[in-house]
């Protein structure tokens, strides 16, 4: 070529960067008015249309007049794959096998490796060579087939589930019939503010990946508030989840349960068909042998009554009117919401509390107590049911006899619960005092900056941590995060105390971030006493139980860690 230094623009031509020379096309040497005008009109013909100028390029060099040859660098031809032999041709049958590379140079294959930002469309094409190269169409064709029949069966067998669930409750109780099924009771976010369509269609999306590795449907993650504790209908089960109710209820039809074999199975949650009965052989409500369980029930219920009928007429006396107004004024209190507020439910709790209080007049009636009720009342009650959302249900249309065995277990089981802390409710609660002061010695241990933090903003222990101590953290979390975490607590020794206080502890430096970015007393405590957990669901909760059981494995046969 000529002097100057030519590159390749994305029409296929050649500008010329030489000084003071006009932008345009180049003529190879020859290509002119008077020599090898023939040649000329061919090759410019040649270059008329983008197909053409490829073509031209593949053509030998000897019949191009000059002998022009490609220039690379810096700049270079766009990537043609047709040259490299990547693509299929239009209107050719796709292979049934992976097409086979036509050998290659090396600049060539420091071409293909190399990003040119010179034609948008080139990346496509390279994407399109790649795929041709490494699927066989036949192979993908039949995976989309099969992941869209697994997701239509996934689809139709959800749409089954609940059309029977709806038949079911039409029969037997047509009076809940307005109550509302479907996909917003049996996949509702945890998350309130997240059930939009932009998550349904990543649910089914996750559903349609899931599909050919699970042999059975998956339960949907997302479950609200207390429907996750149904015992008689659920969603279908995972093989994990399906396995592990399998566990539970061999163990449980055995002739006497084994009680250790039981904790340990529930320490990593309770499945809700078994959870009922699950707790009240943990609670040491009911005995291990099987034969002996329905005249206990039947004895411990009998003699439940016997107290309401001894003392509940006695509410309002003088001497206990005051206990009795400040339960009616607590109850309110209580959460859930819905659930809190049917009369029916009101007049239990106050039952449940006032004969509690009257039973144990070395503490009596202390404001936290109430709220212990409320798990052992909605697991008891989920035994009966067939209503998915426990909030949304009428408890009143039970039947009584139903509604006085809750009652009643409810309460001996809340009494057991109370029995190993019962010190956090008696005169100035030294119960509480002490493990706060614990919890105190313990995130000096496990975390120096975030205790250090906090008391360089003077906030102190007792400011927020006397209430996860005094509900046990009821009032930090969902209703059915506290259902979980439960299922491990009463699978620990002292789980409601001792290992209280590492879940404590593992819970604040949850925080560590927040907690070191709030510069301000007020607004570490408004946090602390408010933390970010209503959409928090049973991931969560093993997490942070996971974190509390390699807290005790390290602290709990230490003491002196707790010394400065």
Not at 146 to 169: A, D, P, R, T, Y
């Amino acid at each position: 070529m000529r002097s100057g230094v030519a590159s390749w623009s994305q029409d296929g031509g050649a500008q010329s960067l030489s000084c003071g020379r006009e932008r345009g096309r180049v003529k190879p040497e020859g290509v002119g008015s008077g020599r090898g005008r023939g040649e000329g009109d061919e090759v410019t013909a040649a270059m008329a249309s983008d197909g053409g100028r490829k073509q031209f390029w593949k053509r030998s060099g000897a019949k191009v007049p000059g002998s022009i040859q490609h220039v690379y660098g810096a700049q270079h031809p766009p990537f043609d794959p047709l040259l490299h032999g990547t693509l299929i041709k239009p209107g050719s049958k796709p292979p049934t096998t992976p097409v086979k590379l036509k050998k290659v140079s090396t600049f060539q294959e420091f071409e293909s490796n190399t990003s040119d930002a010179w034609d948008l469309g080139d990346d496509d094409d390279e994407l399109l060579a790649i795929a041709a190269e490494n699927l066989n169409t036949e192979v993908v064709m039949e995976t989309a087939h099969k992941v869209i029949q697994n997701h239509s069966k996934l689809q139709e067998q959800h749409k089954f589930q609940e059309e029977h669930l709806q038949e079911e409750k039409q029969v037997e109780s047509p009076e809940l019939s307005s109550v509302p099924c479907g996909d917003n009771r049996l996949v509702k976010s945890v998350s309130e503010g997240h059930t939009s369509s932009s998550s349904d269609n990543a649910s089914e999306n996750s559903s349609m990946q899931r599909s050919q590795s699970l042999p059975q449907t998956s339960t949907p993650p997302l479950v609200s508030g207390m429907a996750e504790y149904n015992t008689s209908i659920t969603p279908a089960l995972t093989e994990r989840e399906a396995s592990r109710l399998d566990k539970f209820k061999q163990l449980l039809a055995g002739p006497n349960t084994d009680l250790e074999e039981l904790r340990k199975l529930s320490w990593s949650g309770i499945p809700k068909r078994v959870r009922p009965v699950a707790w009240k052989l943990l609670s040491g409500y009911l005995p291990a042998n099987v034969d002996r369980r329905e005249s206990t029930l039947k004895r411990k219920r009998k003699e439940y009554f016997a107290f309401v009928e001894q003392y509940y007429d006695s509410r309002n006396d003088e001497n206990h009117q005051d206990t009795y107004r400040q339960i009616h004024i607590d109850i309110p209190r209580m959460s859930p919401e819905v659930l809190r507020l049917q009369p029916k439910v009101t007049e239990i709790f106050e039952r449940i509390l006032f004969i509690w209080a009257i039973r144990h007049p070395a503490s009596g009636y202390v404001q936290g107590i109430n709220d212990l009720v409320t798990p052992f009342f909605v697991v008891f009650v989920c035994e009966y049911i067939e209503e998915e959302e426990v909030e949304n249900f009428d408890v009143s249309s039970l039947p009584e006899e139903v509604l006085q065995n809750i009652e009643a277990d409810s309460y001996w089981c809340m009494s057991k619960l109370l029995d190993g802390i019962q010190d956090n409710y008696t005169f100035a609660q030294p119960g509480i005092q002490k493990k706060v002061k614990m919890l105190e010695e313990l995130v000096s241990r496990i975390d120096e900056q975030v205790h250090r933090h906090l008391d360089q903003h003077e906030v102190k222990y007792l400011q927020f941590a006397f209430r996860w101590m005094n509900n046990l953290l009821m009032r930090e979390v969902p209703l059915h995060c506290t259902i979980r975490l439960w299922d491990t607590y009463q699978s620990e020794p002292e789980g409601f105390s001792h290992f209280h206080l590492y879940v404590c502890a593992a819970f604040l430096v949850r925080w560590r971030k927040e907690i070191l970015e709030e510069k301000d007393f007020q607004e570490l405590l408004i946090f602390l006493q408010n933390l970010p957990t209503v959409h928090w669901g049973n991931e969560e909760i093993s997490v942070l139980l996971a974190e509390a059981y390699r807290l005790k494995f390290a602290f709990a046969d230490a003491p002196n860690h707790y010394k400065k």
